[in-house]
Nanobody
Framework: VQLVESGGGSVQPGGSLTLSCVGSDFTFSAYAMSWYRQAPGKERELVAD????????NYATSVKGRFTISRDNAKNTVYLQLNSLKSEDAAVYYC????????????WGQGTQVTVSS
């Protein structure tokens, strides 16, 4: 199983980024996908998640209305659109795949850095 994130970078406050996470070697559409983030000195926190069929989506309160999670199962890819970025959004962003019925089937990507600075 492999998850590879991309799209991170450095933006000014108010800017936008689109993160992508491509999965391989597992049945991507069967897995819920999540984006987490971890800032220096802080615990990893859930940003958003989406069910395998895309029918249910949840967001952390801090990003609701600014971030959008989506997925394209034909491309084995989950996206996170980050808009109206704030300095407090700066973190390493990770994608995670979780099988809804097999608790042990959880996989993480290596992370992509998002920096928000003027």
């Amino acid at each position: 199983v492999q998850l590879v994130e991309s799209g991170g970078g450095s933006v000014q406050p108010g800017g936008s980024l689109t993160l992508s996470c491509v999965g391989s070697d597992f049945t991507f559409s069967a897995y819920a996908m999540s984006w987490y983030r971890q800032a220096p000195g802080k615990e990893r926190e859930l940003v958003a998640d989406i069910t395998g069929d895309g029918s249910r989506i949840n967001y952390a309160t801090s990003v609701k209305g600014r971030f959008t999670i989506s997925r394209d199962n034909a491309k084995n890819t989950v996206y996170l659109q980050l808009n109206s970025l704030k300095s407090e959004d700066a973190a390493v962003y990770y994608c995670m795949a979780a099988h809804p019925f097999v608790r042990a089937a959880r996989y993480w990507g290596q992370g992509t850095q998002v920096t928000v600075s003027s």
